[in-house]
C-alpha cells in the first residue's frame, strides 16, 4: 500500500508571511507572479511557497534551492529527486499538495460550480452515465456537488498520468471513492486509482495514484 501525504494550505497568511514565501521563489515564479493582479499575486506566492517548503523539506534541502523539471504537458517534478510524486492545486482560500514516495500522482481541488453550468459541461464532456449522473438530482446544490467530483476526480487523473485534460472526456472515474481506473485511454498506459479528499467550505478535491496496487492517503495542514 502506497502512502500519500496531502497537505491541506490555507492560502491566506499574514503580509510578513507572504514577504518570507515570496524569497524562495525561483525568478520564473516571481516574474509569472508579477503578471498578475495583487491579489492573485499574495495567492501565488503562498501557494508555490508553501509547496517549495513542503517538498524541500521532504527532500531535505532549502526551499529556494529547489529545481523544477516539467514534462511534455507542464506537469512539475523536483529535479534530481526521482521517484517522489508530485501534484498540487489551488482554487480561492484553498490549495492541496500531493506527495507520495515511488508512485506518480496528481491532485486537484475545485469550488463548486454553478449548478446549470455543471449540469451543461457534464452533457457536453462527460461520458453519457457520469452526465446523467449528475442532471438526476432535483436540489441544484447536489447536482453541482456532483459534477464537482467528477471534475476533480478527472483533472487528478490527468495530473497523475501527465496528460491532457481533452484526453480524459472518455475515460469513467464515476463511483463509490476510491475509484479504480482501468482503462485510462489516450492519457496514458496503465492502470490508476483515485480518492476522494475531504476539504472544508464550498469545494471539492481528489487524488489519483497511477499503478493499481491500493494507497492510504494522510492529510495534514499547512498554516505557515
Known amino acids: 500500500m502506497t502512502t500519500i501525504d496531502l497537505w491541506l494550505i490555507d492560502t491566506r497568511q499574514p503580509a510578513a508571511s507572504v514577504a518570507e514565501l515570496w524569497q524562495s521563489l525561483d525568478p520564473d515564479e ?47 517534478e523536483p529535479a534530481g529527486a526521482d521517484g517522489l510524486g508530485v501534484s498540487w492545486s489551488a482554487s ?35 461520458p453519457f452515465e457520469e452526465a446523467r449522473f449528475v442532471a438526476e438530482p432535483v436540489d441544484p446544490a447536489e447536482r453541482a456537488a456532483r459534477f464537482t467530483t467528477l471534475w476533480c476526480r478527472r483533472e487528478a487523473c490527468v495530473k497523475a498520468y501527465g496528460g ?14 476510491p475509484v479504480p481506473v482501468a482503462d485510462p485511454g489516450g492519457l496514458g498506459a496503465g492502470p490508476s486509482r483515485l480518492c ?6 464550498p469545494f471539492r478535491a481528489a487524488v489519483a495514484a497511477l499503478g493499481g496496487s ?4 494522510d492529510c495534514h495542514e499547512w498554516n505557515g
Open 164 to 177: 491532457r485534460l481533452a484526453q480524459s472526456f472518455g475515460v469513467p472515474v464515476a463511483g463509490p471513492s
Open 30 to 76: 516571481r516574474a509569472r507572479a508579477s503578471r498578475t493582479d495583487p491579489g492573485l499575486r499574495e495567492r501565488f506566492t503562498v501557494v508555490h511557497g508553501a509547496v517549495r517548503q513542503l517538498v524541500a523539506a521532504r527532500l531535505g534541502i532549502r526551499p529556494a534551492g529547489l529545481v523544477w523539471r516539467y514534462g511534455p504537458n507542464g506537469k512539475p
Open 92 to 126: 480561492g482560500e484553498v490549495a492541496v499538495l500531493a506527495l507520495a514516495e515511488g508512485r506518480a500522482v496528481g491532485v486537484d481541488v475545485e469550488r463548486l460550480h454553478d449548478p446549470r453550468t455543471a449540469e451543461r459541461m457534464a452533457a457536453r464532456w462527460f
Open 214 to 217: 491500493s494507497m492510504r492517503v
Open 196 to 201: 476522494d479528499v475531504p476539504v472544508a467550505g
